[in-house]
C-alpha cells in the first residue's frame, strides 16, 4: 500500500486545505466563531465546575420537560446562526446592484442553502418539537411523554444533525443546491465534494428524530390523558400538537427515503434521480414534496395551538368555536397531502393535473379562514390584555391574511408559471414562516417562560423586541412582493437593474430592525434572569391561565402532578378556581415511578454525528465504528431491566402541601401581583 493509500484510508477525503483559514473573510470570521462560541462554553462550565451538574440534571434526563428544553436551546443557537446569514444575504443583494457586493455568487449559494436547511430543519423543528415536548404533557394532564427513552433519542440525533450543518462552517462546505436539494444539480457530477454530503446527512438525522417525536406525541395523546380528559376537552395546542405529530409520522419517511436514495446515488453510483440509465429527477420532485408540502404544516400547526392559547387567555374568554377550531386543523393535516404539486407546475406536467392540484391547494383556504374567523371572535369584546405574547398574536393575524392570500395566489397555475422561483415566492413563505411559525413559538416561549422557570419575562424588553421583529418583518418582506412582480428572482447573488436598488436597500434595513429584535430577546432574557426575584410567579398562573399546566408549580415537579387531575371541561382549570377547589389538599397520595437518567442516548448522538461526519469525508472506518457504537448502546439498553425510579408518596405529599399552603395564602392581588403593574387591574378584574 503507498503512503497514499493509507492516508485515503484513515482521513478519507479530508485534507488540511479543508481546515481553516480558507482565505476568504467572512467564512473564516464565521469559523472563528464556530470553534470560539463552544470553546467559550466548555472553558465556562469547567471554571464554574458545572460538568457533573449539567451531565447528571440535563444531559442524561429522560424528564420530557428538560428535553424540551434543551430542544429550544438548539433552535436559539441556530436561529442566531440563521439570522446572521440572512442578514449577509440581504446585505449582499443590497449592496450588489450592478456591483460586486460583499460575497462571491457560490458563497451566496451556499448562505441560502444554509440558512434555509438550519431555519426549517434546525430552528423551527427543534423550536416546535421543544414547546410540543414541554406544554402538550401538562395539558393533558400526563406524568411524561409515553417512550421517554425514544423522545432523548430523537433529541440527541437533532442536536447531532445540527451538530453536522455547525461542523460545515468550520470543516469543508455546506452544499450550494438550496434547502431542496434538487437533483441533478445535486448529483456527483455537478456537485462533487462534500456540500452536498453535509446537507444530506444532517437531514436524515433530523428526519429521523422528528418522525421519532412524532410517533411519541400521538401515542402520548391517545395513551395518557388525565381522567375525563376526553379527546374533545383537550386544550386546542394539544389538538394542532396531535395533527402534527399525525403529519410528523407520514411525512418524515418520505425526506428519509428522498435523502437515502439521493445518497445511493452520490455514494454507490446509483441513478435513481439522474437523467440517464433510467433515472428520472422528477421522483425526487415528488418525493421532496409530498414531504415538503405537509412540512410547512408541521411548521405553523403547533403556531396556531400557542396563538389560540394566547389569545384565549388574555382576551379572558373561552375559545370561540372550539369544534370548529379542530376540525379545521383536521382538515389542514388531512389536505396538506394533497397539494404537493404546487411546488412545481411548472416542471411539465399536463394543464389538468396542474388544475387539480392548484384547486385542491385553494381548499386549504378554507379551514384556515374558519381559524382566523375563531380567532378574531376570541377577541371581540373580551378583556384583551396587551402582553408581548398578545402584541405578537395581533401582529400574526394581520401578517398571515397578507400572507395567505399571496399562498392563494401562487396557487394559480397560469399565475405561478410568472412568479415561480422570483422574490415574490420568498416574500410569501417568509411571510408564512416568520409571522406565522417564528413569532408563534417566540409567543409560546413567552407565554410559558414562567411556567418553566418560575419567573416571568421582563415585559418592556418583549415589547420592544415586539416592535423590532414587526417592523422589521414588514420592511424586510413587503418589499419582496414588489421585487418579485417586477422580475426580481430567487437565490441570485446580483441583480443588474437599478430600479431594484431602492427595494433592496429597505429590505436590509428590515434585516437590521431584525437583528436589533434578536438581540432584544436576549436583553430581556438577561435582564429577567437578573430581577427574577421581583419577577418570581412560584405558584404557577401568572396569567389567569385556563389549562392544567397552570395548575402545577412553576417550575413544575418532575413528576408534573402530585395527583392526577380529574377533568370535567376543555378548561378544568377554570371551573376548579370557580369552585375554589383548585388548591384543595387531595384526599391521598401514591408512590409515583418516573425514568432513570441515561446517558445512552447521549452516546447515540455523538455516535451518529461520527458516522455522518466520516460519511461525509469518506472515512469508512469511522462511519463503521459510528454507526456500530450507536446501535451497540442501543442494545446495551434494552439489557438494563432497572429503568424506573420511584418517588415515595411521603415525599410527594411534603412537596405538595408546601406548596398547596403557599397558593392557598395568596389572594387574588398576590397572585396577580405576578403580572407586570399596569395589567395587574385588569387581571384582577377578569378573576
Ligand atoms: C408556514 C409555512 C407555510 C404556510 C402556512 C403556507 C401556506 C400556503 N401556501 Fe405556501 N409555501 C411555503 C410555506 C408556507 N405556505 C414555503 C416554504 C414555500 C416555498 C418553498 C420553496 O420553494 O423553497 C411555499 C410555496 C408555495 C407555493 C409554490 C409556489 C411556487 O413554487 O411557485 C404555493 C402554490 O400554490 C403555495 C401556496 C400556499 C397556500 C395556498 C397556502 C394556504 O395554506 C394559505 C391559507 C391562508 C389564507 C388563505 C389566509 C387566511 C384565510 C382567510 C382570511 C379566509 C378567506 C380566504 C379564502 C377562502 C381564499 N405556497
Ligand atoms: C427573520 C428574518 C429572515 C430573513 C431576513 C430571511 C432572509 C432570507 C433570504 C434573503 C433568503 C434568500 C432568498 C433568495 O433566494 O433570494 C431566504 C431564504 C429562505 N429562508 Fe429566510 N429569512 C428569515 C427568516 C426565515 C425563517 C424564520 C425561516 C424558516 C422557518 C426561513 C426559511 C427560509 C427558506 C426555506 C429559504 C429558502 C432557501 C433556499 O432557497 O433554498 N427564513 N431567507
Ligand atoms: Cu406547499
Same mark, same amino acid.
Given at each position: 500500500?503507498t503512503?497514499h493509500?493509507w492516508i ?12 481553516p483559514p480558507?482565505?476568504?473573510?467572512? *467564512?473564516?470570521c ?5 470553534i470560539?462560541?463552544? !470553546? ?11 460538568w ?10 429522560l424528564d420530557?420537560?428538560?428535553?424540551g428544553i434543551?430542544y429550544?436551546v438548539i433552535?436559539? $443557537? ?7 446569514e440572512a442578514?449577509l ?5 443590497a449592496?450588489?446592484?450592478n456591483a ?7 458563497h ?7 440558512h ?6 434546525f ?8 414547546v410540543?415536548?414541554? $406544554? ?5 394532564g400526563?406524568?411524561?411523554?409515553t417512550?421517554p427513552f425514544?423522545?432523548?433519542v430523537?433529541?440527541?440525533?437533532t442536536? /447531532?444533525?445540527?451538530g ?12 450550494i ?8 444539480f445535486?448529483?456527483?457530477p455537478?456537485?462533487?465534494?462534500e456540500?452536498?454530503?453535509y ?7 433530523a ?5 421519532l417525536?412524532?410517533i411519541?406525541?400521538?401515542v ?6 388525565a ?13 394542532? *400538537?396531535?395533527c402534527?405529530?399525525? !403529519?410528523?409520522i407520514?411525512?418524515?419517511?418520505p425526506l428519509t ?8 446515488d452520490?455514494?454507490?453510483g446509483f441513478h435513481?434521480?439522474t ?7 422528477m421522483a425526487y /420532485? ?9 412540512e410547512?404544516?408541521?411548521?405553523v ?6 396563538w389560540?392559547e394566547?389569545i384565549?387567555?388574555?382576551?379572558? #374568554?373561552?375559545?370561540?368555536?372550539y369544534p370548529?377550531?379542530?376540525?379545521a386543523?383536521?382538515?389542514i393535516a ?8 404546487h411546488?412545481?407546475?411548472?416542471m411539465g ?11 385542491a391547494t385553494?381548499?386549504i383556504g378554507?379551514?384556515t379562514?374558519? #381559524? ?6 376570541t ?11 398578545m ?6 393575524i ?8 399571496s399562498?392563494?395566489i401562487?396557487a394559480?397555475p397560469?399565475?405561478?408559471f *410568472?412568479?415561480?422561483n422570483?422574490l415574490?415566492?420568498v416574500a410569501?413563505f417568509?411571510?408564512?414562516l416568520v409571522p ?6 417566540l409567543a409560546?416561549y413567552?407565554?410559558?417562560?414562567? #411556567?418553566v ?14 416592535v ?12 419582496l412582493y414588489?421585487l418579485?412582480?417586477?422580475g426580481?428572482?430567487?437565490r441570485t447573488?446580483?441583480f ?5 436598488e431602492?427595494f433592496l436597500l429597505?429590505a436590509?434595513?428590515?434585516a437590521?430592525?431584525?437583528a ?6 436576549l436583553?430581556q432574557?438577561?435582564?429577567?434572569? #437578573?430581577r427574577r426575584?421581583?419577577?418570581a410567579?412560584?405558584?404557577g ?10 395548575w402545577?408549580?412553576s417550575?413544575?415537579?418532575e ?5 392526577l387531575p380529574?377533568? $370535567?371541561d376543555t ?12 388548591y384543595?389538599?387531595?384526599d ?13 442516548p ?14 461525509v469525508?469518506?472515512i469508512?472506518?469511522a462511519?463503521?465504528?459510528?454507526f456500530?457504537?450507536a446501535?451497540g448502546?442501543?442494545i ?5 431491566t432497572d429503568q ?6 411521603a415525599?410527594?405529599r411534603?412537596?405538595?402541601e ?6 392557598r395564602?395568596?389572594t387574588?392581588?398576590d ?9 395587574r387591574?385588569? *387581571? $384582577?378584574?377578569?378573576?
Amino acid at each position: 500500500m503507498t503512503g497514499h493509500d493509507w492516508i485515503y484510508w484513515l482521513f478519507g477525503t479530508l485534507r488540511w486545505s479543508d481546515f481553516p483559514p480558507k482565505g476568504d473573510l467572512i *467564512a473564516d470570521c464565521a469559523a472563528g466563531i464556530a470553534i470560539a462560541a463552544p !470553546l467559550a462554553v466548555v472553558v465556562l462550565l469547567t471554571v464554574k465546575h458545572r460538568w457533573r451538574w449539567l451531565w447528571e440534571e440535563w444531559l442524561t434526563s429522560l424528564d420530557h420537560k428538560r428535553i424540551g428544553i434543551m430542544y429550544t436551546v438548539i433552535a436559539f $443557537v441556530m436561529l442566531a446562526r440563521a439570522l446572521i446569514e440572512a442578514g449577509l444575504m440581504r446585505m449582499q443583494q443590497a449592496l450588489a446592484v450592478n456591483a460586486d457586493g460583499v460575497v462571491s455568487p457560490e458563497h451566496f449559494a451556499q448562505l441560502f442553502s444554509t440558512h434555509g436547511t438550519a431555519m426549517i430543519f434546525f430552528t423551527a423543528m427543534p423550536f416546535l418539537t421543544g414547546v410540543i415536548n414541554y $406544554v402538550m404533557p401538562l395539558q393533558i394532564g400526563a406524568r411524561d411523554l409515553t417512550f421517554p427513552f425514544l423522545n432523548a433519542v430523537g433529541l440527541w440525533l437533532t442536536a /447531532a444533525g445540527a451538530g453536522i450543518v455547525m461542523a460545515s462552517l468550520v470543516v469543508g462546505k455546506f452544499a450550494i443546491g438550496g434547502w431542496s436539494a434538487y437533483p441533478p444539480f445535486t448529483e456527483t457530477p455537478f456537485s462533487p465534494g462534500e456540500g452536498v454530503d453535509y446537507w444530506i446527512w444532517a437531514v436524515s438525522l433530523a428526519s429521523v428524530g422528528s418522525m421519532l417525536s412524532g410517533i411519541n406525541f400521538a401515542v402520548t395523546i391517545y395513551k395518557e390523558r388525565a381522567p375525563g380528559m376526553q379527546l374533545f376537552r383537550m386544550p386546542l395546542f394539544c389538538w394542532c *400538537a396531535l395533527c402534527t405529530a399525525i !403529519l410528523m409520522i407520514f411525512a418524515m419517511p418520505p425526506l428519509t427515503v428522498a435523502t437515502g436514495l439521493l445518497a445511493l446515488d452520490r455514494y454507490a453510483g446509483f441513478h435513481f434521480f439522474t437523467n440517464d440509465l433510467g433515472g428520472n429527477m422528477m421522483a425526487y /420532485a415528488n418525493m421532496f414534496w409530498l414531504f415538503g408540502h405537509p412540512e410547512v404544516y408541521i411548521l405553523v400547526l403547533p403556531a396556531f395551538g400557542i396563538w389560540s392559547e394566547v389569545i384565549s387567555t388574555f382576551s379572558g #374568554k373561552r375559545l370561540y368555536g372550539y369544534p370548529s377550531m379542530v376540525f379545521a386543523v383536521m382538515c389542514i393535516a388531512v389536505l396538506s397531502f394533497t397539494v404537493w404539486l404546487h411546488h412545481f407546475f411548472t416542471m411539465g406536467q399536463s394543464a389538468s393535473v396542474n388544475a387539480a392540484f392548484g384547486i385542491a391547494t385553494m381548499l386549504i383556504g378554507i379551514p384556515t379562514g374558519v #381559524k382566523v374567523y375563531d380567532w378574531l371572535l376570541t377577541m371581540y369584546r373580551g378583556r384583551i390584555r396587551l402582553t408581548a405574547p398578545m402584541l405578537f398574536a395581533i401582529t400574526f393575524i394581520a401578517c398571515f391574511v397578507i400572507g395567505g392570500l399571496s399562498g392563494i395566489i401562487l396557487a394559480n397555475p397560469p399565475v405561478d408559471f *410568472a412568479v415561480h422561483n422570483s422574490l415574490f415566492l420568498v416574500a410569501h413563505f417568509h411571510n408564512m414562516l416568520v409571522p406565522g411559525t417564528l413569532f408563534g413559538l417566540l409567543a409560546g416561549y413567552m407565554f410559558w417562560f414562567p #411556567k418553566v422557570f418560575g419567573f416571568r419575562l421582563d415585559e418592556r424588553w418583549g415589547r420592544i423586541a415586539w416592535v423590532c421583529w414587526s417592523g422589521g418583518f414588514l420592511a424586510a418582506f413587503m418589499p419582496l412582493y414588489i421585487l418579485g412582480l417586477m422580475g426580481a428572482t430567487r437565490r441570485t447573488a446580483q441583480f443588474y437593474r437599478a430600479e431594484y436598488e431602492p427595494f433592496l436597500l429597505f429590505a436590509w434595513a428590515g434585516a437590521w430592525l431584525i437583528a436589533f429584535g434578536f438581540v432584544a430577546l436576549l436583553v430581556q432574557l438577561w435582564l429577567s434572569v #437578573k430581577r427574577r426575584d421581583e419577577l418570581a410567579a412560584p405558584i404557577g398562573d401568572p396569567w389567569d391561565g385556563h389549562s392544567l399546566e397552570w395548575w402545577t408549580p412553576s417550575p413544575p415537579p418532575e413528576y408534573n402532578f402530585a395527583v392526577l387531575p380529574k377533568v $370535567v371541561d376543555t378548561e378544568t382549570f377554570t371551573v376548579m378556581k370557580r369552585q375554589e377547589s383548585a388548591y384543595r389538599s387531595p384526599d391521598s397520595y401514591e408512590d409515583i415511578e418516573v425514568p432513570r437518567n441515561t446517558g445512552i442516548p447521549v452516546i447515540i448522538g455523538a455516535a451518529a454525528c461520527v458516522c455522518a461526519f466520516a460519511l461525509v469525508w469518506h472515512i469508512w472506518w469511522a462511519a463503521v465504528a459510528g454507526f456500530a457504537a450507536a446501535w451497540g448502546a442501543l442494545i446495551v439498553r434494552s439489557f438494563d431491566t432497572d429503568q424506573m425510579r420511584t418517588i415515595p408518596a411521603a415525599d410527594v405529599r411534603r412537596q405538595h402541601e408546601a406548596w398547596l399552603t403557599r397558593a392557598r395564602a395568596a389572594t387574588p392581588i398576590d397572585r396577580f401581583a405576578e403580572l407586570e403593574p399596569a395589567n395587574r387591574g385588569r *387581571a $384582577v378584574a377578569t378573576q
